[in-house]
């Protein structure tokens, strides 16, 4: 019996120290293989030419043309070219395609000189006939199609609301746009990366097939999409702008999980990570492995109230509920301090930003006297709907809403708590299903008209006004801001509405956020812009 | 069995077994498994926890404290605070209330519809037996959870669609569970006495053939109660379970799941909360089991 046993024993130890061995050779193979595919990437150079950027979830489509939202953007914007560009890390108007442009007198008029000699991925020239074809598709859409070009110039080809008179060649690079009426943020708009130039030969295959196979003049191309997973794109070798891109490839990543992503940064299988916890900021700060960047905050996250349900239609119950939400607080736990509290609907670097609005203070007794005044003394009930999703204006949803559901119990409003998937939750908000949610935005070009009037004007009720909230004095202010030219009397206009908007209170604005990222130490170059879009084509790993 | 045993042991002994019922018997089993009385022990104290224990934590274990958030267990935070500021401690036996409840009642719930069924399928046999069965074939063929998580789905996620979807989904454990033990039992000659003097089939079924074939649901039972604990906890987890606020333990550890390396406390309380508890209804559970089961005995 004893010796049986012994032997058995002999024999555990000789398995586990087997599989044990097994194990640890196993591992050298896989950084073997590991070095060799790194190695075949930097095509027999000794320093790593692939960056791997890992974000929140994959895009939607990669024509930009045919959506508004940031996922897309990000691959895109290192794809394709616009116009104009914006400024490294602002929204002012620089170069693009047009080296240069003029605008006319009345502001009608404008002319842009086309760099020459830049040709589209696919070997076709791009010049003053690919940027026309570009608009005429464009125009010649609906809003399913161009759902963006829609509310940026005011409808389509045949909608008096449209802003576009005719797009016209002069040559072989000269472009002359005539609009009907100014618009202010005109240059702005064009700038944005949606409106990015593609190849004609290769978006008059259809649309569908085009959604895939994106042809542009970027300093990468396209390689290969596997859908929720990666993106992949290569160095562009004809790109125009020499010594550019200094990366050879750059693979996007989805990782849904903010701590799965950030798990993935610390063991170096991704470079570059979007969306970090603000808890976990100080955490790459400490790692000497890697670095934090800070993107610069163009954004605002917020409490919608749903004006068209009871008893939000009531404004005294609105602003009660601005009393009533200790903004202070959530920013402290849940944004770790990197966030300014809000009390416009857009962030004060945009210009027009009303300094003089007073912020609703945090007092529940004077929330309670309000909700008194509208006869709700005794409180009431409703469905407080909390993001399932983080995003860079809220990184943890469900937590800001139970901080929120607490503040709301303190004056005797009762909030239950609810969520949907994402698509789901966007979908019913915008049917306006809900009594108060939580969402957010990030502007796209820098300009309050991609705030004020894109998220608060009736014009965009069902879209992305989600409150209903409708007001004929705003309106006016809008419109009038958009065909506004002189800059200074904008500013004043977009003040006023600020005031009224403070007044009406269709939100609880509660923070303006600074995205962070982490990335590994060695990469340089990188600059995070303000719309989240960002161009890669100076990153390089030192 | 202990009235047939040959009396040659003496008259005393003898006839001290005739006054042992099956169920003292039971009990003298189960004291006899040390493992089984501290299962029975983590029990009763979470249960005196459940009952009492609120009476005893601080005010308003919802109440949010911002500028104490996150603390490490101190001597006023036993175990520390969460990312609300809120006593950990005062939640979890809040928490024992919430997870012994819907153990409890989702179980009860399975026991009354599954012996139900069970009853049904086994003594008519025959079509509805077939029906029967093959639905909980078709019940049991799905992971748990996944089930559970589906029901949940459709009711919309709140506790007591939790507690009814963990219900829902024990059903068919209990259901065949009771069909055997009826099919066995109704071809007993006390049964088949019971039909020759005439007895109603209502009466056959629930005063004879349903205490009969009790003993292994109490079992079942309480192995199932540490399941559904886990269940809810995990449905919890997904958010489909208790909202907000309640210190549902399940959802206290998703929660804190991103401050595990910041604020592992806010974690490992509730953790070990949820593995104590079903610890114990397993332990219980083994221990009943070795009581009941006639053919464990010597």
């Known amino acids: 019996?004893?010796?049986?046993?012994?032997?058995?024993?002999?024999?555990?130890?000789?398995?586990?120290?087997?599989?044990?061995?097994?194990?640890?050779?196993?591992?050298?193979?896989?950084?073997?293989?590991?070095?060799?595919?790194?190695?075949?990437?930097?095509?027999?150079?000794?320093?790593?030419?692939?960056?791997?950027?890992?974000?929140?979830?994959?895009?939607?489509?990669?024509?930009?043309?045919?959506?508004?939202?940031?996922?897309?953007?990000?691959?895109?914007?290192?794809?394709?070219?616009?116009?104009?560009?914006?400024?490294?890390?602002?929204?002012?108007?620089?170069?693009?395609?047009?080296?240069?442009?003029?605008?006319?007198?009345?502001?009608?008029?404008?002319?842009?000189?086309?760099?020459?000699?830049?040709?589209?991925?696919?070997?076709?020239?791009?010049?003053?006939?690919?940027?026309?074809?570009?608009?005429?598709r464009w125009a010649n859409g609906d809003s399913d199609t161009f759902p963006y070009y829609n509310s940026m110039f005011g409808g389509f080809k045949d909608d008096e609301e449209h802003v576009i008179e005719s797009v016209k060649a002069d040559g072989n690079s000269t472009v002359i746009i005539t609009l009907k009426r100014p618009q202010a943020p005109f240059l702005k708009n064009l700038a944005m990366s949606m409106f990015a130039i593609s190849s004609p030969t290769a978006f008059e295959k259809g649309d569908d097939e085009y959604e895939r196979n994106p042809v542009g003049t970027g300093p990468f191309k396209f390689v290969e999409w596997k859908p929720n997973e990666t993106i992949t794109i290569?160095?562009?070798?004809?790109?125009?702008?020499?010594?550019?891109?200094?990366?050879?490839?750059?693979?996007?990543?989805?990782?849904?999980?903010?701590?799965?992503?950030?798990?993935?940064?610390?063991?170096?299988?991704?470079?570059?990570?979007?969306?970090?916890?603000?808890?976990?900021?100080?955490?790459?700060?400490?790692?000497?492995a890697l670095q934090l960047f800070e993107r610069p905050s163009m954004n605002v996250g917020y409490l919608g109230l749903t004006v068209t349900r009871e008893p939000f239609d009531k404004k005294e119950v609105r602003q009660a509920m601005n009393y009533a939400i200790d903004k202070q607080s959530i920013i402290d736990s849940f944004f770790e301090g990197r966030a300014e509290v809000a009390k416009n609907p857009m962030p004060s670097s945009i210009s027009g930003y009303n300094e003089d609005v007073e912020a609703y203070a945090y007092d529940p007794e004077k929330a309670k006297e309000l909700l008194k005044e509208a006869g709700l003394e005794n409180g009431f009930e409703m469905e407080l709907w909390a993001m399932p999703v983080p995003r860079p204006y809220m990184p943890d949803g469900t937590k800001v809403a139970e901080a929120i559901q607490s503040n709301l119990a303190d004056v005797g409003i009762k909030a239950k708590i609810v969520s949907y998937e994402w698509a789901t939750y966007l979908d019913k908000a915008s049917k306006g299903e809900a009594d108060a949610f939580m969402l957010g935005w990030t502007g796209d070009n820098g300009d309050a008209d991609n705030f004020l009037y894109v998220l608060l004007d009736?014009?965009?009720?069902?879209?992305?006004?989600?409150?209903?909230?409708?007001?004929?004095?705003?309106?006016?202010?809008?419109?009038?801001?958009?065909?506004?030219?002189?800059?200074?009397?904008?500013?004043?206009?977009?003040?006023?509405?600020?005031?009224?908007?403070?007044?009406?209170?269709?939100?609880?604005?509660?923070?303006?956020?600074?995205?962070?990222?982490?990335?590994?130490?060695?990469?340089?170059?990188?600059?995070?812009?303000?719309?989240?879009?960002?161009?890669?084509?100076?990153?390089?790993?030192? | 069995m202990s009235e047939f045993t040959p009396k040659v042991d003496g008259v005393v002994e003898a006839e001290l077994e005739k006054t042992i019922g099956p169920w003292r018997e039971a009990w003298v089993g189960f004291r006899k498994s040390k493992v089984a009385v501290v299962g029975a022990a983590i029990v009763i104290f979470f249960i005196v926890l459940a009952l009492f224990g609120p009476l005893v934590t601080k005010e308003g274990i919802n109440e949010q404290f911002m500028t104490d958030r996150l603390q490490p267990p101190s001597s006023e935070y036993w175990f520390g605070t969460d990312d609300f500021g809120r006593d950990i401690f005062s939640r979890i036996i809040h928490g024992a209330r919430i997870s012994l409840s819907v153990g409890f009642f989702s179980v009860v719930g399975s026991i009354v519809v599954g012996s139900f069924l069970g009853i049904i399928a086994g003594y008519y046999g025959r079509w509805i037996d077939t029906i029967i069965s093959r639905i909980f074939d078709i019940m049991l063929a799905f992971p748990s959870i996944l089930l559970a998580?589906?029901?949940?789905?459709?009711?919309?996620?709140s506790l007591r669609n939790a507690l009814i979807a963990i219900a829902i989904i024990n059903v068919p454990n209990f259901g065949r569970l009771i069909r055997s033990k009826v099919l066995s039992i109704k071809e007993d000659e006390y049964i088949i006495a019971a039909k020759a003097i005439g007895m109603k089939d209502f009466r056959i079924l629930f005063s004879h053939i349903l205490p009969n074939s009790m003993a292994p649901v109490i079992v079942q039972g309480t192995l199932a109660i540490a399941t559904a604990i886990l269940e809810a906890a995990a449905l919890g987890f997904l958010g489909l379970g208790a909202e907000a606020p309640y210190p549902e333990w399940g959802k206290m550890l998703a929660d804190s799941k991103d401050y595990l390396q910041n604020a592992p406390w806010t974690m490992i309380f509730p953790g070990l909360a949820i593995m104590l508890t079903v610890l114990g209804f397993n332990l219980m559970g083994d221990g009943l089991r070795d009581a009941l089961d006639p053919k464990m005995k010597s």
């Not at chain 1, 032997?7 to 599989?19: E, H, K, R």
């Not at chain 1, 073997?32 to 150079?45: L, T, Y």
């Not at chain 1, 691959?75 to 602002?90: A, M, S, Y």
């Not at chain 1, 269709?506 to 956020?513: C, F, G, K």
């Open chain 1, 1 to 136: 019996m004893r010796k049986g046993k012994l032997w058995s024993f002999a024999l555990i130890m000789l398995l586990v120290l087997s599989t044990a061995l097994a194990a640890c050779s196993g591992g050298d193979d896989q950084e073997g293989s590991g070095d060799k595919d790194k190695d075949a990437a930097d095509k027999g150079g000794s320093e790593n030419k692939t960056l791997v950027f890992g974000r929140g979830g994959d895009s939607t489509s990669l024509d930009p043309s045919r959506v508004t939202e940031g996922e897309t953007f990000k691959v895109t914007v290192n794809l394709f070219e616009t116009l104009l560009n914006f400024g490294e890390q602002d929204t002012t108007i620089q170069p693009g395609l047009a080296k240069e442009y003029d605008t006319s007198e009345d502001g009608l008029t404008y002319t842009f000189q086309l760099e020459e000699g830049v040709k589209f991925h696919d070997g076709t020239d791009f010049n003053a006939e690919a940027v026309v074809k570009n608009f005429e």
């Open chain 1, 234 to 288: 290569e160095k562009n070798e004809d790109y125009w702008q020499e010594g550019l891109p200094k990366l050879d490839r750059i693979i996007f990543q989805a990782i849904p999980d903010n701590s799965a992503r950030l798990n993935a940064l610390l063991s170096g299988e991704i470079d570059l990570a979007d969306g970090i916890n603000p808890a976990d900021g100080v955490k790459i700060e400490d790692n000497d």
């Open chain 1, 458 to 542: 009736e014009d965009n009720i069902g879209s992305n006004n989600y409150t209903y909230f409708k007001n004929d004095e705003t309106h006016k202010l809008f419109l009038e801001a958009q065909t506004e030219v002189d800059e200074d009397k904008r500013i004043e206009l977009y003040k006023q509405a600020q005031e009224i908007l403070h007044e009406e209170a269709p939100w609880v604005p509660l923070a303006h956020s600074i995205p962070l990222l982490g990335g590994a130490k060695e990469l340089t170059g990188f600059v995070p812009h303000p719309t989240g879009s960002d161009l890669l084509s100076n990153v390089e790993f030192k």
């Open chain 2, 149 to 157: 998580i589906a029901i949940v789905s459709v009711l919309g996620p």
